[in-house]
Structures are given as structure tokens and as C-alpha cells.
Nanobody, 119 residues
Framework: QVQLVESGGGLVQAGGSLRLSCTASGTILVIKSMGWYRQAPGKQRELVATVDSGGSINYAPSVTGRFTISRDNAKKTVYLQMNSLKPEDTAVYYC?????????????WGQGTQVTVSS
């Protein structure tokens, strides 16, 4: 089994910054990709940014140029640096990891961390 623990959410004024972290633990042979998704009230969960094992990165157009995703393979941790935050960035942010374990390929989610941006 794999667990993802997120941290770093909170309340910030528009224009401010936050840094989210997500660490994976458990029976992990390879982490194929890690990333961040978000879900605002009344909306579907959407991709924010992902990074795969080869270092390829994908951003949602709405965050390109403001958010930066990075990954520390040794620590099994992914980070999301969020700058120039806007009220529309307010959402619960979820970490996701695609992991190869001993016997399977699994898709895992963290519990979510609230990010609130005030205007």
C-alpha cells in the first residue's frame, strides 16, 4: 500500500505565494509520475501540474508561468510552488502518484489540502 501526505496549504492574499509538499511512503519500487490536482466548490477536479519519472512536466494553462512543480526522487516528494496567487486558485489541492509496487501499478491520492486566496 502507498500513502501520500500533503502539507503547505493555507490562507493567503491575492498576489501571495504558497508551497505545497507531498511525500509518498509504503511499498514503492518506482514512482512513474507525481502531480497536483485541484477541486473548487461545485467544480470537477482538474489537473494543475504533473512531473513524470523522466522529468517531463505538464501544466494547466491557467497556472503556467505562476506555478512550478518539482520533484525530489530520493525523498519521494513532489512540490508545488505557487506564486501570484489569484482568488480563482482557491480549491482543495490533491496530490496524485502513479506507483509501481511489488505486484501492481497503482494510482494513489492524498487527502487534500485547502488553499484559499482572498481578494
Amino acid at each position: 500500500q502507498v500513502q501520500l501526505v500533503e502539507s503547505g496549504g493555507g490562507l493567503v492574499q491575492a498576489g501571495g505565494s504558497l508551497r505545497l509538499s507531498c511525500t509518498a511512503s509504503g511499498t514503492i519500487l518506482v514512482i512513474k509520475s507525481m502531480g497536483w490536482y485541484r477541486q473548487a466548490p461545485g467544480k470537477q477536479r482538474e489537473l494543475v501540474a504533473t512531473v513524470d519519472s523522466g522529468g517531463s512536466i505538464n501544466y494547466a494553462p491557467s497556472v503556467t508561468g505562476r506555478f512550478t512543480i518539482s520533484r525530489d526522487n530520493a525523498k519521494k516528494t513532489v512540490y508545488l510552488q505557487m506564486n501570484s496567487l489569484k482568488p480563482e486558485d482557491t480549491a482543495v489541492y490533491y496530490c496524485r502518484a502513479v506507483v509501481i509496487g511489488l505486484a501492481n501499478l497503482g494510482n494513489y491520492w492524498g487527502q487534500g489540502t485547502q488553499v484559499t486566496v482572498s481578494s
